[in-house]
């Protein structure tokens, strides 16, 4: 679960999420992981490293989690099929649900997703573009989302921005072990192995 207070930011961290592996043979080159990926869309921008992915938009406010669990189901069979393996399922922007009619049950849908994907190994990346909980000057922390119970690994963004510089500080979370990891990473570095 990717989550911040800037949309940019986010979608920038979600998609480097699961993209690079290291070499097998020398375990020490990182180099981009092979597959394709498939993404739930409800709004927001295209994450950057997703262009040649397999995309299901949902902009009807009025779509049915199960309309949307039958379309994503059909999505990756297609994707299954072929001889490039799934690398990962993105869901996101969540904060577009708060426009839906029917949010709650879609949220729910995701954990039926997360245990197929989970069954089938292939990685899911929830991400969402939260409300700002706190402001200091440029910097800002976002509040935690509600789906992040959901979740095995919680990357929280802190962005700040002092007209010259963009940095991107990184709470990186296993629920499991409750270990904590900081990162911080400049912008400049936007495809970055260790995201």
Not at 19 to 39: E, K
Not at 99 to 106: D, F, K
């Amino acid at each position: 679960m990717v989550y911040g207070a800037e949309q940019s930011l986010v979608s920038r961290v979600a998609g480097d999420v699961g993209l690079y592996c290291r070499d097998q043979i020398t375990d020490s080159d990182w180099r981009v992981a092979p597959g394709a990926d498939v993404l739930l869309g409800f709004g927001g921008e295209l994450i950057p490293t997703l262009q040649d992915a397999e995309c299901i938009w949902s902009d009807d406010p009025y779509v049915r989690a199960s309309r949307l669990l039958s379309d994503l189901r059909s999505k990756l069979g297609e994707a299954m099929a072929r001889p490039v393996p799934v690398r990962r399922v993105f869901v996101g922007d969540l904060s577009s649900l708060r426009s839906y009619v029917h949010a709650e049950e879609i949220r729910r849908a995701l954990f039926v997703l997360a245990l197929w994907l989970y069954f089938a190994k292939i990685p899911l990346i929830l991400f969402e573009t939260t409300a700002v909980l706190e402001q200091r000057g440029s910097e800002s922390t976002a509040v935690r989302p509600q789906v992040a119970d959901q979740a095995d690994v919680l990357v929280c963004i802190s962005g700040w921005n002092n007209n010259q510089e963009t940095a991107i500080d990184l709470s990186v979370t296993l629920r499991r072990t409750g270990q904590s990891f900081d990162y911080s990473l400049p912008e400049e570095s936007s495809s970055h192995p260790d995201t």
